[in-house]
């Protein structure tokens, strides 16, 4: 126990409803080594900072809460927290979502201390869905068809072939991750971090669930309107791309472009738009077979 294993960091911003519900998640954990609980409120215009105050004076060896007089943003917020940690791994938990199993972080832990080829290794979650208060298993049956599965390795081209897990799953190699990676992207998410720790090492999938995403319209991407969701996540994977000219960021980009033209020749109903992108995959792909296919999408 007089080893600083693992720095757990928490970035929040107005979750006051959410924000208790994190911190127990992180008290809950049986371990037999020593942790540190990074929170960094980021000026929230609600409860959240009073309540993180009130853990910080119940557990002052434990956590550390950074707090500022103005808000600073995700990125900046994440940064200044990452700058603090001092563990050998660091795991993430953001503000609206909680962990369940109180062994998630020896698991995890003791993984990669027997396994050093291995950056992160990541567990299943599931969704709950505030506004209807529903729980959904994340999109990873797939993976564990045989019932005796307890992991499986995770590449980089599975990554961006289906999204298979959330930082809130996540603990990894500190000095796998440069923190200033950030800083290279204007449109920097957490599939750039997922993506650079998966560069640097092997990742594992445990089978186990380990926590809850909470998917609310204050917080969740997901929740905005479809046209959105398309064009920042082709300005996500054409940065990406322009900085990383690697084959699986390429099929990402390109698999990206083409789900664009799928969503606005369908709901989002935008032909211009999907014009555009249409002309945008070819000049990537020069493939005139789905460029005609394409066209042919615009043209119903």
């Not at 020593?34 to 609600?46: G, L, Y």
């Not at 062994?103 to 201390?113: A, G, H, T, Y």
């Not at 599965?149 to 072939?161: H, K, L, P, S």
């Not at 999907?274 to 042919?296: D, E, G, S, V, W």
Request: proline residues 1%; positive net charge.
């Amino acid at each position: 126990m007089d080893k600083l294993l693992v720095s757990i960091v928490t970035i929040t911003y107005n979750h006051e409803s959410f924000i208790a519900k994190t911190i127990e998640g992180v008290l809950i954990q049986k371990l037999n080594f020593q942790i540190e609980f990074i929170i960094a409120e980021d000026c929230s215009t609600d409860n959240t900072r009073a309540i993180c105050q009130k853990y910080e004076k119940q557990y002052p060896q434990l956590i550390k809460l950074i707090i500022s007089d103005n808000n600073v943003g995700a990125v900046a917020n994440e940064r200044r927290a990452m700058l603090m940690a001092k563990g050998k791994y660091i795991a993430f938990c953001e503000g609206d979502d909680y962990w369940t199993d109180p062994f998630k972080l020896q698991k995890q832990v003791d993984f990669l201390e027997s396994h050093h080829d291995y950056s992160v290794c990541f567990h299943r979650y599931q969704h709950h869905y505030l506004e209807l208060d529903c729980f959904k298993v994340d999109n990873c049956d797939y993976l564990f068809k045989k019932i005796d599965t307890a992991g499986v390795d995770i590449t980089i081209d599975m990554f961006f072939d289906n999204w298979i897990t959330q930082p809130l799953t996540m603990v990894y190699r500190q000095t796998a991750f440069n923190i200033y990676t950030p800083l290279q992207y204007k449109y920097y998410r957490d599939m750039h971090q997922i993506y650079h720790l998966l560069k640097s090492g092997k990742g594992y999938l445990f089978a186990f669930v380990g926590g809850v995403r909470e998917i609310h319209r204050e917080g969740m991407h997901s929740m905005t309107s479809m046209t959105y969701q398309c064009e920042i996540a082709f300005k996500i994977a054409n940065e990406l791309f322009e900085k990383n000219k690697t084959i699986e960021v390429r099929k990402y980009y390109e698999d990206t472009m083409q789900w664009c033209i799928y969503e606005y020749c369908g709901g989002s109903k935008n032909k211009y738009k999907a014009l555009i992108m249409t002309f945008k995959l070819f000049f990537i792909q020069y493939n005139l077979r789905k460029f005609a296919a394409n066209i042919k999408r615009l043209i119903r």
